[in-house]
Structures are given as structure tokens and as C-alpha cells.
């Protein structure tokens, strides 16, 4: 092997067929679920009756009684229509408008892909969701082939239990992730213009992926800073300084928008100081004073989840971190590790109150985290044992993350 072609993994599939597999592994392991509720995909909107009145949806859809629902039940009610301002509007009534309003692009894209025509809605959220599993498939592809990555490394990505939650959820985090890799890959390939415009993007998806932007734009400034005086100097840093524009606007008019209703309180509740949140709920897991089921053994079995869930991607996030200062003198994966890092900060002051308070909320949350770090991970090999435990790691959770779901959805309705 030539010096130019060591550590270049090899390409072993197109990666337009590397997200068809994604796409019909995800899709076989939402079928049980489709099945078992006559393939109604209003099932994964998780709709609930203390916001959801079933007598006054235009479409009928699954309503769980005595239920605050999940997320999913915002976003179908914004695809419905995405910038009506009633409250309640289509038997669907918002806890928090602005917050909810914040991540609009998912629900306008069912909106555009149903036509405006409420009973596909549910499919449109569904189906968006699976086809963008692909496209991350296929940008992580792409990614591990222009940064040098392991061969592995798109399929410890694919392995992240957040994707099959949310699938079976029909909340954001795939649509977000997708753009935030294509914004990336723009980004490597010095496409800036596009750059800007699908991290945009994904900010109007999932505001947290303005972090990873944020810091590739403070690595472009810094970068800028040190160069000589010239006319060109600042042109990648303002020309990736796009992508941060559009969501303050967007969160300027949401607030005038609703301005006759109180201030949301969600960020009080879901953040506090760095590391509080997970250390509470170690504790309480470990204690049992945190029962997440009245069933005796299956309560076992989820905190047995939560803390190997934790236990794992803590894990995760130290080998990461411990790579961060060699990544960060790489031109190819400086700016990388920079957006890993402010994403990082965020993600250490979650509260237990907030996105640790469930056994799967979590990895949600960490989404950005977790995909960015493997791509920040991956500029130096891993030894094989520890390669090893990582994918091990990541099957295990997501198969775990899968079976509750299968017990949510498929034994419980």
C-alpha cells in the first residue's frame, strides 16, 4: 500500500446504496409496530388527551387517554398549519407555542409532502423521518470518505438509539441531523454558500444545531484573525456566519407573534449546572429513589437501561474529549471539534428534570453530540477493543431503545 493510500478506508458501497439499507433496516424495525396498529402511522405522533380532543380533530388519529402525549402531537398539529396562531386550533392545543414553533421546518415539509391534506399528515411525518435516515446514512458515508474515517465509522453513527426514537416518535432529530451533515459536508468540500443555507436550515429543525455552526464559525474567525491583512480575509468566516442569521430572526418573530402570552419557562426547566442533571440521576437510578415503571421487574429492567444507556455514552463523550485537542489542529477537523465542544458545554448542564428524566429522553438530546464526535473521533484510529466496545455499545442500546418502543407501541396499545 502506498504512503498516499494508507489509513483511507475503502469505499465499499455507493452511498446512494448505503441509505436504501438504512432505510429498509428502520423501516423492518417500525413494521412490528405499523402491524400491530393496522399500519395506522398516527401511532407514532403519540397524541394525548390532556392536549389532544379527539372529537375535534379534522382527522382522526391515535389519542392515548389519560396521556400528556410526546412531542409528536406539536409538530402534527403545526403540519396541519404551520403558521396558524389559534389556541387551540384543530382539537390540538400547544403547552409552550414559541418553544414548540422554534423547530418549524419538520412540520412544514409534511405539510408540503401531504398536500395540505390533514389525513396523510401522520405518513408524512413518518415516512419524512425514514427517507432522512437515509440521507444521514448516505452524508456519513460521504463524510467517512473525504475525512479518512475507519470504515466502521457510519454505522456506530447509524447505530444511535435516538434515530429509532424519534422514528417511532415523529419528532425532529433525524430531519436536523441530516441537514447539519449535508451543511457539513458543504463545508469540507468549501461549498460555504451552501453551507450557510442547509445549516440554516437546520437550525429552523432543531435550534441546537446552531452550536455545532457556532463554533465552526468561531474556528473560521480565529483562523481569519491570524492571517495577514488581505481583501479575502474574512470571506469564509462571514460567508459561514449565514448559517447563524436566520433562526434569532425567526425566534425575533415568534416571540412578537405570541407576545400576549407568558415567557416560556422550558429553558429554566431543562437546563442547570454542568454535570447536576446526570449526576441526579445516576443516583436516583441507583438508589431506586427514580422508579420509572409500578411494575416490579420492568422497572428494574429500565433503570438497568438508563444507567447502561449513561454509562455508555458518558463513555463515549470522555474518549471524545480525549481526542478533542489533536483534532483541533487538523485543518480537515479543527472547526469539527470546535462545534463539538459548544454542543458539548450545552449538553453538560441538562437537568434531571429535563431530558435525563427518561430512559431514551436522553439520547435525543445528544444527537449533535454524539454524530459530530464520532467524526471528530474517527482522525485517529481507535484501538480495536475499544472500537469494538463503542459498536457493541451503540447496538445494544439502540436494540434496547427499539424494545421499548416495541413494549410503548406494540403491547401496550
Given at each position: ?7 483511507v478506508p ?9 441509505a436504501l ?6 423501516g423492518?424495525l417500525?413494521l412490528?409496530?405499523?402491524a400491530?396498529?393496522?399500519f395506522?402511522?398516527s401511532?407514532f405522533i403519540v397524541a394525548?388527551?390532556?392536549?389532544v380532543?379527539a372529537?375535534r380533530?379534522?382527522s382522526?388519529?391515535i389519542?392515548q387517554p389519560?396521556s400528556?402525549?410526546y412531542?409528536g402531537?406539536f409538530?402534527y398539529r403545526m403540519?396541519?398549519a ?7 386550533a384543530?382539537?390540538?392545543r400547544f ?19 401531504s398536500?395540505?391534506?390533514?389525513q396523510?399528515v401522520p405518513?408524512a411525518l413518518f415516512l ?8 444521514v ?9 473525504r ?11 447509524m ?8 422514528l ?10 441530516a441537514?447539519?451533515l449535508?451543511?457539513?459536508d458543504s463545508?469540507?468540500?468549501k461549498?460555504?454558500l451552501?453551507?450557510?443555507v ?9 435550534e441546537?444545531?446552531?452550536?455545532v ?5 468561531c474556528?473560521?474567525i480565529a483562523?481569519a484573525?491570524?492571517q ?5 480575509r ?16 425567526w ?7 405570541w407576545s400576549q402570552?407568558?415567557r ?8 442547570g449546572?454542568?454535570l447536576?442533571?446526570?449526576?441526579t440521576?445516576?443516583r436516583?437510578t441507583?438508589?431506586?429513589v427514580?422508579q ?11 433503570r438497568a437501561?438508563a ?5 455508555w455514552?458518558l463513555?463515549?463523550?470522555a ?5 478533542t ?5 487538523r485543518p480537515?477537523?479543527?472547526?469539527l471539534?470546535?462545534?463539538w465542544?459548544a ?6 448542564t441538562?437537568?434531571?428534570?429535563g ?5 431514551t429522553a436522553y439520547?435525543?438530546a445528544?444527537?449533535e453530540?454524539y454524530?459530530v464526535?464520532?467524526?471528530?473521533l474517527?482522525?485517529?484510529r ?8 463503542m459498536?457493541?455499545?451503540?447496538a445494544?442500546a439502540?436494540?434496547g431503545?427499539?424494545?421499548l418502543?416495541?413494549l410503548?407501541?406494540g403491547?401496550?396499545?
Amino acid at each position: 500500500m502506498s504512503p498516499r493510500t494508507a489509513g483511507v478506508p475503502r469505499r465499499r458501497c455507493a452511498p446512494w446504496v448505503f441509505a436504501l439499507v438504512t432505510i429498509a433496516a428502520y423501516g423492518l424495525l417500525a413494521l412490528p409496530i405499523l402491524a400491530r396498529h393496522v399500519f395506522d402511522s398516527s401511532v407514532f405522533i403519540v397524541a394525548g388527551d390532556r392536549f389532544v380532543d379527539a372529537g375535534r380533530l379534522v382527522s382522526p388519529i391515535i389519542v392515548q387517554p389519560h396521556s400528556d402525549g410526546y412531542d409528536g402531537q406539536f409538530y402534527y398539529r403545526m403540519a396541519l398549519a404551520p403558521l396558524d396562531q389559534d389556541q387551540p386550533a384543530f382539537g390540538i392545543r400547544f403547552d409552550r407555542p414559541v418553544s414548540r414553533m422554534r423547530r418549524i421546518l419538520y412540520p412544514v415539509l409534511a405539510w408540503g409532502a401531504s398536500l395540505g391534506r390533514a389525513q396523510l399528515v401522520p405518513a408524512a411525518l413518518f415516512l419524512l423521518n425514514l427517507f432522512g435516515l437515509g440521507a444521514v446514512g448516505m452524508s456519513t458515508l460521504r463524510l467517512a470518505v473525504r475525512l479518512r474515517l475507519p470504515e466502521w465509522t457510519p454505522f456506530a453513527i447509524m447505530l444511535w438509539p435516538g434515530f429509532i426514537i424519534a422514528l417511532t416518535h415523529d419528532t425532529a432529530e433525524i430531519i436536523s441531523a441530516a441537514l447539519l451533515l449535508w451543511a457539513v459536508d458543504s463545508y469540507l468540500a468549501k461549498r460555504l454558500l451552501c453551507f450557510g443555507v442547509l445549516g440554516a436550515l437546520a437550525t429552523l429543525t432543531r435550534e441546537t444545531s446552531i452550536l455545532v455552526l457556532g463554533g465552526i464559525v468561531c474556528f473560521e474567525i480565529a483562523g481569519a484573525a491570524r492571517q495577514a491583512p488581505g481583501a479575502g480575509r474574512w470571506r469564509r468566516a462571514l460567508l459561514c456566519g449565514l448559517s447563524l442569521i436566520p433562526l434569532p430572526l425567526w425566534w425575533a418573530v415568534l416571540h412578537l407573534a405570541w407576545s400576549q402570552l407568558p415567557r416560556d419557562a422550558d429553558v429554566a426547566h431543562d437546563l442547570g449546572l454542568p454535570l447536576l442533571g446526570v449526576a441526579t440521576m445516576l443516583r436516583d437510578t441507583l438508589t431506586g429513589v427514580r422508579q420509572l415503571s409500578p411494575i416490579p421487574g420492568l422497572d428494574i429492567g429500565l433503570r438497568a437501561f438508563a444507567l447502561g444507556g449513561a454509562a455508555w455514552l458518558l463513555g463515549f463523550i470522555a474518549f471524545v474529549v480525549m481526542r478533542t485537542p489533536a483534532a483541533l489542529r487538523r485543518p480537515a477537523t479543527g472547526a469539527l471539534a470546535a462545534g463539538w465542544l459548544a454542543v458539548l458545554a450545552l449538553m453538560s448542564t441538562l437537568t434531571a428534570r429535563g431530558p435525563w428524566v427518561e430512559p431514551t429522553a436522553y439520547f435525543r438530546a445528544f444527537t449533535e453530540c454524539y454524530i459530530v464526535g464520532y467524526l471528530v473521533l474517527g482522525h485517529q484510529r481507535a484501538p480495536r477493543l475499544l472500537a469494538g466496545i463503542m459498536l457493541i455499545g451503540g447496538a445494544v442500546a439502540s436494540i434496547g431503545a427499539w424494545g421499548l418502543s416495541f413494549l410503548q407501541f406494540g403491547l401496550g396499545g
